[in-house]
């Protein structure tokens, strides 16, 4: 087995994720490489979510009998553990959502309902990236859309990364909202969050940080960011399906208007009018992920006891090892950085001229795990001029005996093509 430094036991923790030990197509081991798209999950999440249903379910916020007030403590307690795990000043400033994508259009709409000085409308610029998952892209061309606003975006330079050459004529004085991803999930690319802050600050812009590829691969500190919002989803970070997060700072929630009206996020309510509950829960309306979000701490607690900075280093081994070994498959282009530095766990290829789908599907054959497709990055792929790409993508459990199977794997694929 090829041995690697700072990989972590694999062996060991591969026992908290049943799924691993699975056999797909008859008898083929799974080997498990669409992490972007979204993790496994350990018992101890697994655990948590039938132990919430079996024991404690009830709605929160509301009820004075036991049931109701034990489901609180488990759904707030889940809220003290996303602000610790971000590092953010204030529990206060994490708002549960369904999912990245909603924690992105909740900023986008907020900002078109806002007053002065926050207001997006048609004298103001959007700035966004071309690099971008469609759920940071769509959202804020429905705000241009809506209010006259211009959107602008930098583009990609021919190895994966932004191209931040002008950056003051993107982002200007006219500038009221600059979102990016921190790391892309088509490419792999780490951005450089630090320079283009600081320009935003310059010009008094708010900024908006994807970190859905991020939050799961390593530490994540809102408050070193310097961001105004930060998003992400539990889904890609061991946890369940439907809770997402997004961080925003405590004058920021407070001043901005909800989204979403309804239960639980009102003061006061009137046939004329209504008053709104101090955030988090202005932006909460309903019943909200309750059993998600109590996945989601487990999922925290999971993560936190291997150690953020280990899974780090764990991955960057691990990718370090993917590129070389793929640079062996002849016709494979990794669309990209083809370093391991600052790069995240994903890699997109292409092999030849043998299209994604089909390496996809031949490669599922033999039990290995890739997305294939423009992974909601279509700009991307349009960018290089390809239909799609296949993407392998790695975890905390993943391994190099795995990558060593996707590269047999692809001179498979290679012969059944001719």
């Known amino acids: 087995m090829t041995q690697l430094p700072g990989l972590l036991d694999t062996e060991a923790i591969r026992k908290d994720f049943p799924v691993l030990d699975r056999l797909v197509h008859d008898d083929k081991k799974l080997v498990y490489l669409d992490n972007a798209a979204t993790s496994q999950k350990p018992r101890q999440v697994l655990d948590a979510l ?23 403590a488990l759904y707030e307690g889940a809220r003290d553990k996303v602000a610790s795990f971000i590092n953010a000043p204030s529990r206060d400033e994490v708002i549960f959502t369904k ?28 700035v966004i990236t071309e690099m971008e998952h469609h759920s940071n892209i769509v959202p804020w061309q429905l705000l241009a859309q ?54 935003a600050q310059e010009v008094g812009a708010l900024v908006c940080i994807d970190a859905s590829q991020a ?28 809770i997402g997060v997004l961080w925003g700072r405590q004058e ?24 709104y509950a101090p955030a988090p829960h202005k932006f909460e309306a309903g019943t909200p992920p309750i059993a998600q979000a109590v996945g989601l701490g487990a999922a925290i607690d999971y993560l936190q006891s291997i150690g953020m900075d280990k899974i780090l280093a764990h991955e960057h081994a691990l990718t370090e090892y993917a590129v070389r070994r793929l640079a062996e498959v002849p016709d494979l282009r990794i669309i990209g950085p083809t370093t391991a530095e600052d790069r995240g766990a994903a890699i997109s290829f292409t092999l030849g001229d043998i299209h994604p789908h089909d390496v996809g599907q031949v490669l599922d054959e033999q039990g290995i795990a890739v997305r294939v497709g423009h992974h909601c990055a279509r700009p991307v792929c349009l960018r290089y001029g390809i239909p799609a790409t296949t993407r ?14 996707l590269v047999d794997g692809l001179e498979h694929v290679r012969n059944f093509f001719g």
């Open 50 to 72: 039938s132990e919430y249903y079996e024991r404690y379910n009830a709605n929160v916020h509301r009820g004075v009998h036991v049931l109701a007030e034990e489901a609180t």
């Open 99 to 126: 999912n990245a994508s909603e924690s992105l259009n909740l900023v986008a709409n907020m900002l078109g309902w806002a007053d002065e000085p926050y207001r997006v409308d048609h004298e103001t610029e959007i």
């Open 146 to 199: 809506r209010t006259g606003a211009k959107l602008k975006w930098f583009g990609l330079t021919d190895d994966g990364r932004l191209d931040l050459s002008n950056i003051e004529e993107i982002i200007t004085e006219k500038t009221k909202i600059v979102s990016f991803v921190l790391v892309s999930n088509i490419l792999g690319t780490v951005n450089p969050v630090e320079t283009i802050i600081r320009r």
């Open 215 to 242: 939050a799961p691969h390593m530490p994540l500190d809102v408050q070193a960011l310097q961001a105004d919002f930060v998003a992400f989803t539990g889904h890609k970070m061991c946890g369940p399906t439907g």
């Open 252 to 275: 920021l929630l407070e001043d901005l208007p909800p989204f979403l009206g309804g239960g639980e996020m009102i003061e006061t309510v009137s046939m004329h009018s209504s008053t």
């Open 392 to 405: 392998a993508s790695f975890y905390l459990y993943s391994t190099p005996a795995e990558i060593d199977a």
